[in-house]
């Protein structure tokens, strides 16, 4: 599966971004898809996921109420609304695609497939 991420940018504390994450092939189903994060300097973070069937969701606590986790599968893409953006979101965000089980699901070392990444800078 290959993933390619998109829609990063620079926006100020307060805005909103939305990422996208296209894939090759169909994830529902079959792959868990998960979006995480890495900051400069800090290991990657989980941020949130659909569970392998599509039917579950997951968030870092960190992000509860601001981010949501959607996708459109007619086009094989996974999107992430980022809304009441902090600096402290500032890093690149990478998807991620796997054949995990639930247990996994925040552990980046569980996903095989990973897209490029996209810069998310958020000014205060």
């Known amino acids: 599966v290959q993933l390619q991420a998109s829609g990063g940018g620079l926006v100020q504390a307060g805005g909103s971004l939305r990422l996208s994450c296209a894939t090759s092939?169909?994830?529902?189903?079959?792959?868990?898809i998960a979006w995480f994060r890495q900051a400069p300097g800090k290991e990657r973070e989980f941020v949130t996921a659909?569970?392998?069937?599509?039917?579950?969701?997951y968030y870092a606590e960190s992000v509860k109420g601001r981010f949501t986790i959607s996708r459109d599968n007619a086009k094989n893409t996974v999107f992430l609304q980022m809304n009441t953006l902090k600096p402290e979101d500032t890093a690149v965000y990478y998807c991620?695609?796997?054949?995990?089980?639930?247990?996994?699901?925040?552990?980046?070392?569980?996903?095989?497939?990973w897209g490029q990444g996209t810069l998310v800078t958020v000014s205060s």
């Open positions: 659909f569970s392998r069937t599509g039917g579950y969701t």
């Open positions: 092939e169909r994830t529902n189903n079959r792959y868990g």
């Open positions: 991620a695609a796997g054949p995990v089980i639930t247990s996994s699901t925040r552990n980046w070392r569980a996903y095989t497939y």
